[in-house]
């Protein structure tokens, strides 16, 4: 019998591209529904390209050191709703720094102390506050917002993240702690980004 060998590497060349293409398809929809995977009781988010939006200013472009493990303590007098609502945010910021993401190997851990402890903290291991204010800051009045972040050695080694009492939705405080959050990984605000851009000003300061 004689083999077709130009049909036959054709045929695997086909098959190849086939499970290549499969491969790649699963971990994007893997990743993009991790990533956008919203509170309790909140529409599902569109997910929209990333974009160039430069450094901010309150950053300078610097992040969280990598594979930095990060405690966050929720102030307690935040609603049931409303911590579940911030714990999301930062859990889809983990899973976005995971593996199949961004690689930045950046984890959370929740406390609810009205409290926190002081206490020295071993290598590599840091802390961020999230605040129920009903101003975050004098020049901030009216807005929903603002945070605040320490920086080392050219890294960021903690941050504060004050939300305006008035946020009363648990959709519009995840998406605003999630806004705020992205300036301890270096992402600055962007005026001219899409509504639906995480980054775009308006998502935390409107």
């Known amino acids: ?23 790649i398809l699963t971990s994007l929809v893997v990743y993009v529904s991790a990533q956008g995977t919203p509170p309790p009781n909140c529409p599902p988010m569109n997910s ?10 309150d950053t300078s472009g610097v992040t969280w050191p990598k594979g930095a ?19 999301s945010s930062y859990n889809n910021w983990q899973t976005a720094g995971s ?10 851990t929740f406390t609810t102390l009205a409290n926190p402890s002081t206490a020295s903290l071993p290598a590599g291991t840091y802390r961020a506050q999230v605040n129920n204010f ?4 004098p020049d901030l009045v009216g807005k929903a917002s603002s945070n605040g972040v320490d920086v080392l050695n050219g890294e960021v080694v903690g941050q ?47």
């Open 1 to 23: 019998m004689q083999v077709n060998f130009s049909k036959l590497r054709r045929s695997l060349v086909i098959f190849f591209v086939v499970c290549l293409s499969t491969i």
């Open 48 to 57: 929209v390209p990333c974009e160039n939006t430069g450094v901010d200013k």
């Open 69 to 87: 493990k990060v405690i966050v303590n929720i102030d307690p007098s935040f609603s049931p709703e409303k911590i579940a609502a911030i714990k």
């Open 99 to 108: 593996a199949l993401g961004n690689g930045s190997g950046v984890t959370f």
């Open 134 to 137: 009903s101003n975050p800051r």
């Open 160 to 206: 504060e993240i004050w939300v305006n009492r008035s946020v009363t939705d648990e959709c519009a405080v995840a998406q605003t702690v999630a806004h705020e959050t992205g300036h301890g990984f270096g992402l600055g605000d962007c005026s001219n980004c899409s509504r639906s851009s995480l980054i775009n000003s308006t998502s935390a300061e409107s």
